[in-house]
Structures are given as C-alpha cells and as structure tokens.
C-alpha cells in the first residue's frame, strides 16, 4: 500500500472546526482512503473513508483533492472527546491480499476547552 | 453489547513462558485480525485470518501463531516469550475486504 504522510500533532479549540491534513503523493488508482482514530487507551476506530468524492458521516468529512495526491479529514465541531491520534491509510482493494492495513505515525489532535 | 472483546485486559508474565490472548467478536464478521502496538505507539498488523486463508505479516516471528476454533474466535498464541514482546495486542474484526475494521480494546502483555 502506498505511503501517507500527516503532521506529527494539531492542536485546536473545543467547538471550532479541525482540518487535518493527508499527504499520499504515490496514490493509486485503486487506493482507497480511509481515517481511523485511537482515542487514549483505546483501540483504533473507523472514522470514514473515500475513493474520488468528498464523504460526510455523522462523524466527520473526508475532503478529496482532485488530482488525489492529498485529502483532508474535517471535524465539523470538536470537542474534548475528539482528542485522538488520527490515522490517514491508503487500502488498495485490488492488491491487498488479507485486507491488512498499514498504519502510519498520525496526528495527534489536542483540544483545548 | 460489546462487538470485539479480548481476554486479558493485563497480562504479566516472564520470559520463557507461553501464553495465549483470547479475542472474540459477536459482529458475524468473516475475517478478524491481530494487531500490536510497541512503545513508540506504532501500529502493525501481524496476522489475518478468514476461513479460506491465513495472511501473516512476514516481519511476525514464528513463535506467533493465531488459532481459530470458530469464526468468532481468534485467538493469539505466544511462545518463549521474550522482553520485546512486551506490547499492546489489538484483535479486529470485518467482512471480507470491508472498509471497517471493528477493534477490540486491547491486551497490553509485559514480559519480565
């Protein structure tokens, strides 16, 4: 699976909208992006995922730049909750054998009250 | 009702010995996953698992071995345990090529 590269860690004020920013310059047409999150002592959670057009879930929104190389995951309004490490993956359906995925270093998003 | 659950929570033990992590899910997922996470927080996949194939991450050492009584249950065996097994293990669950993975909540294993 091709690599993604994040920001090491964000940081944001409770209620204000958070922009967190994927890098994957080496997508592949068939790649699929996904978000997952690990909250503090936790396991990993779904977040959202996408292949060409921007998605929105009752979670947050996944922006898609049009050329691929880049996405954005969007929480709308965050709160102390959200303070999470957030990993941006690339699954390639059509090569991944198993349908492992491969974890990256991710951003860690402070929230501030 | 909890989707993937893992038994132990906490699991102390020394060097040498073997153990065993239990991970069910009650998802009525097809495929199900181990995971571990060392100190540096870094997340790898070790082991997939579905009914038709075994796919094992080729870095996982062969003292690793998941065994599957059912298609609910995978469960992590470790023998001779050594200090850099010492680790959070995370067990998931999905369909077959599904976009969500469910996660369990993990074991966190200390070798002493």
């Known amino acids: 699976d091709a690599k993604t590269t994040q920001p090491n860690s964000m940081e944001s004020n409770e209620e204000e909208p958070v922009h967190l920013p994927c890098n994957h310059s080496t997508i592949s047409g068939t790649d699929y992006i996904h978000w997952y999150r690990q909250l503090p002592s936790q396991g990993p959670e779904y977040v959202i995922h996408?292949?060409?057009s921007n998605v929105n879930n009752r979670m947050a929104s996944l922006a898609i730049a049009e050329d691929r190389k880049s996405s954005t995951l969007i929480l709308h309004r965050a709160t102390l909750r959200d303070a999470a490490v957030y990993y941006c993956i690339l699954r390639d359906v059509n090569n991944n054998a198993g349908n492992m995925l491969t974890f990256g270093g991710g951003t860690r998003l402070m929230v501030k009250p | 009702d909890t989707a993937v659950s893992q038994t132990p929570k906490y699991l102390v033990t020394q060097m040498g010995n073997d153990k065993s992590i239990k991970c069910e899910q009650n998802l009525g997922h097809d495929t199900m996953y181990w995971y571990k996470q060392d100190s540096k927080k870094f997340l790898k996949i070790m082991f997939s698992?579905?009914?038709?194939?075994?796919?094992i991450n080729e870095t996982v050492p062969n003292r690793f071995s998941p065994k599957s009584p059912d298609k609910a249950h995978l469960n992590l065996h470790i023998n001779s345990l050594e200090l850099g097994d010492s680790a959070v293990y995370f067990c998931?669950?999905?369909?077959?090529?599904?976009?969500?993975?469910?996660f369990g909540p993990g074991t966190r294993l200390t070798v002493t």
């Open positions: 998931a669950s999905s369909q077959v090529a599904g976009p969500e993975q469910y």
């Open positions: 996408g292949l060409t």
């Open positions: 698992y579905n009914n038709k194939e075994l796919i």
